[in-house]
């Protein structure tokens, strides 16, 4: 999120996503389904986006470009 200019959002979501992972890095499957996760950060981004550019087609633009990024 740095890289993308976004790091001050980082301290305000960080807290939304813990717990999702064990201290090693690994996802918790036993905390939290993969699925809940993944409609959380697709929330989060839309959130970030909306706050940053104020405008529909800049958050879905956003939130592909995050999923495209990060997917591989």
Known sequence: MGQLGLGRQFGRLAPRLDGAFRADGVFAHDRLRFVDFVDDVEDLLEDVAWQEWGNKK???GFEEYM??????
């Open 67 to 72: 999923l495209r990024h990060y997917s591989g």
């Open 58 to 60: 800049a958050v879905d």
